[in-house]
């Protein structure tokens, strides 16, 4: 089962570099992000919820710091 969860999380990822505008890629990615931070906790991974965890970080501060500006 929790391969399974791995894998739509990769399919998140992948999927959200097939979009030009930023914001979209940024927001899709957290989905993906959000999935892996589960996985990790689920497999006992550190470094993969870690590493999610703070792209999540990431994503949101760009997303907030960039909220007025028009997509690309």
Do not use: C
Request: hydrophobic content about 55%.
């Amino acid at each position: 089962m929790h391969e399974i969860l791995g894998i739509i999380a990769t399919s998140f990822v992948l999927v959200s570099f097939l979009f030009t505008a930023e914001k979209r890629i940024r927001q899709i990615n957290i989905l993906g992000a959000v999935l892996f931070v589960i996985y990790g906790i689920v497999i006992g991974a550190i470094s993969v919820y870690v590493l999610n965890g703070a792209l999540i970080i990431i994503h949101i501060y760009k997303l907030w710091k960039h909220r007025n500006k028009p997509d690309k």
